[in-house]
């Protein structure tokens, strides 16, 4: 990888107009993050191109000079996958965010990178369609962004992770060759999935200029539930049973502790429900049916009173709907306001084993005298494990993770999980890729890191150790 030179910065300006290409260092500045905490690596150059023949061109360059490239959605990440830490360029997908086509025919979207998730939903909703993956970060984060990372969310334990939803894509290979892969037909097994291989690669093959997207029928009927519970055990517990007990099958269920929502109340100024619980759970359930959905909300609410809640609360309207949700999509902001600089992990183990991983990980904040809390899509078993800084010093703070985060991933491993389940490894977890991958595959991943990229340009130093 070399340094940009004249002669680099000469052949963009030929490709792209001067507002494309940004080189002030106030400027670069806003590219040198994303929300990851304390990890900042100033680009040497920020490009910013209009269409997929503009991105074409721009890695056909930097391939001929030898430059790094690390492309860049919204910025919402935090495992430090958009973060140029080998300098070079940071290729902004910014510009490119048209919904291209909502075709109802074949029940898909044509959309390009930097699209919001939350405008997509809106749009298509419109045409009685949806696209129910749901991050939390849903109304700032991208479809490139969730394309790189194989976003999740809240609606993954019924309707899958953006994987499930990706037909089509338009990719710009190194050196700067155009591809589409799949389409808008629904089955395809002609040769190698490399669409799926793209899939959470982190742009560390090549950068999606286009995706067709698959929609569902839009669910006419949503009501959602919030319980509290003596035990974040015993919610997680309750969460659990629902599926097999009653064989009502919600869209979502989301937990959380004690701990955070006193800390959601102090963000947002105001009392929130069964805020004195040690653990609360919210449940949606959603269908094409009023009367089914009622029935199944009724057989949930006395499904958890039985499991010990201490009550269930029902929200039948969007608006009851929103105020409920608005502690868990705040969730986030309330820890960053509690504690600006955290280390956020995010686990994924068997969904039946969520209660030995939050059993597990306050052990391990206990044994460290460290704050540790979690939450997070107990559904599908990706929870959310914090360790808060709060008031340790640099020293202790760096001890501190040292220790403690390489045990909260070896517990994921122990339990059968994984050490990312939607957040991805960027750079700040590829030093542990070894502990849930074996040897054997971690080769064979370099492998077709290396065939595709012989140069190494793409979006160095993500994923693998060095």
């Not at 269409?51 to 391939?63: A, T």
């Not at 991943?445 to 990229?453: G, H, L, P, S």
Request: with cysteine; aromatic share 6%.
């Amino acid at each position: 990888m070399k340094n940009i030179s004249k002669k680099y910065l000469n052949a963009l300006y030929k490709e792209l107009d001067e507002e494309s290409v940004i080189i002030t260092p106030e400027e670069l500045e806003d590219y040198s993050h994303d929300e990851t905490p304390e990890l900042i690596a100033m680009p040497e150059c920020v490009v910013i191109p209009k269409n997929s023949h503009q991105v074409e061109k721009i890695v056909r360059l930097s391939y001929e000079h030898g430059i790094a490239i690390t492309p860049r959605g919204a910025g919402t990440g935090v495992a430090g996958g958009a973060i140029p830490v080998a300098g070079g360029i940071v290729l902004s997908l910014e510009r490119l965010d048209k919904i291209l086509e909502i075709d109802n025919k074949n029940l898909v979207a044509v959309v390009q990178p930097g699209v919001i998730t939350g405008n997509l939903q809106r749009a298509v909703e419109e045409f009685g369609l949806y696209y129910p993956v749901d991050p939390a970060s849903v109304d700032s984060c991208s479809i490139g962004g969730n394309i790189a990372t194989c976003a999740g969310g809240m609606r993954a334990f019924k309707y899958g992770t953006t994987k499930k939803f990706v037909q089509g894509i338009e990719v710009i290979f190194p050196p700067g060759d155009n591809v589409r892969l799949g389409g808008k037909m629904i089955k395809d097994v002609a040769g190698y999935d490399l669409m799926g291989i793209l899939i959470g690669s982190e742009g560390t093959l090549g950068v999606v200029t286009e995706t067709i997207l698959q929609l569902l029928p839009y669910p006419k009927f949503n009501i959602d539930l919030l319980a509290g519970f003596n035990s974040i055990q015993e919610a997680a517990e309750a969460s659990l049973s629902i599926v097999p007990e009653t064989g009502v099958y919600p869209a979502a269920m989301e937990i959380w502790e004690r701990e955070i929502t006193k800390m959601s109340e102090c963000y947002l100024e105001k009392k929130l429900p069964f805020s004195d619980a040690a653990g609360q759970i919210i449940i949606s359930i959603e269908g094409f049916d009023e009367s089914q959905v009622k029935q199944d909300y009724m057989c949930i609410g006395e499904h958890l009173l039985s499991k010990g809640a201490l009550d269930v609360l029902v929200a039948s309207s969007r608006f009851e709907s929103n105020k409920f949700w608005e502690a868990r999509k705040s969730l986030r902001d309330a820890v960053r306001h509690r504690s600006p600089i955290i280390a956020a992990e995010d686990l994924a183990v068997p969904p039946s084993r969520t209660p030995e991983l939050l059993a597990g990980a306050k052990k391990i904040g206990k044994k460290h005298a460290a704050t540790i809390i979690g939450f997070g899509h107990i559904g599908d078993g990706n929870l959310h494990i914090d360790l808060l800084r709060d008031k340790m010093t640099d020293k202790q703070w760096a001890e501190a993770k040292g220790k403690i985060v390489p045990e909260l991933l070896a517990l994921a491993i122990e339990l059968d999980g994984t050490i990312t389940g939607e957040h991805g490894i960027g750079y700040i977890k590829r030093k542990y890729l070894h502990l849930g991958d074996k040897k054997f595959v971690i080769e064979r991943m370099r492998a077709i890191k290396n065939a595709i990229d012989p140069q190494g340009l793409m979006n160095p130093q993500k994923v693998f150790p060095d």
